[in-house]
């Protein structure tokens, strides 16, 4: 057994654009988020038999710019950005470290996230097996993907993770067996 999960971050949001946390706030996407979906797909060489997205709407926004919108999308809330609670839309002045264990006020922690994304995992194993799939998601959620699939600690995902120097993929690939 062996599913092909690649990952595709979402477009830039206004919020991004303004240098806030959007966390589970519904952010839009703005005019760069909407010309990177469209341009995403000239560089995808793979066909996907699923293609699952979170429930918010730069996600699915993002999927449909990217794959079409003949394309069925399989919408999981389990694969939200981070609760960021009372963080939400603020500029982001703080450390990830600092709520790997402990939860953001009001919020959930980078543990929580991973507890979601092991059930999205899990699921993925009883029901694609051998299947090639796409997701369309947030930053949490793709380190955890680091941390359960790749077995890196949520430090080392952390300090590798490409947001921090720019340096953006048109997909991740992940193995899960």
Known sequence: MII???????????DNE?????????AKLSEKGITQGKELIKLINDDFDFIFVSDLSRSIDSARLTFGKERDLIVDKRIRECDYGELTQQVKTW?????????????ESYLD??????????????????????????????????????????EEAIDKDWRKDGKWLPGWRYFIK
């Not at 450390?95 to 919020?107: D, F, Q, S, T, V």
Request: glycine share 6%.
């Open 18 to 26: 303004k240098h806030l946390a959007s966390g589970q706030a519904d």
């Open 113 to 154: 996230v991973e507890k979601r994304m092991q059930a999205f995992v899990d699921d993925l194993k009883k029901n694609f097996d051998n299947k090639k799939v796409a997701l369309v998601c947030h930053q949490a959620p793709q380190l955890a993907l680091e941390v359960i699939v790749n077995k890196l600690s949520w």
């Open 95 to 107: 450390k990830l470290k600092e709520y790997i264990n402990k939860k953001y006020p009001g919020g």
């Open 4 to 14: 092909e999960l690649t990952y595709f971050v979402h477009g830039t949001t206004i």
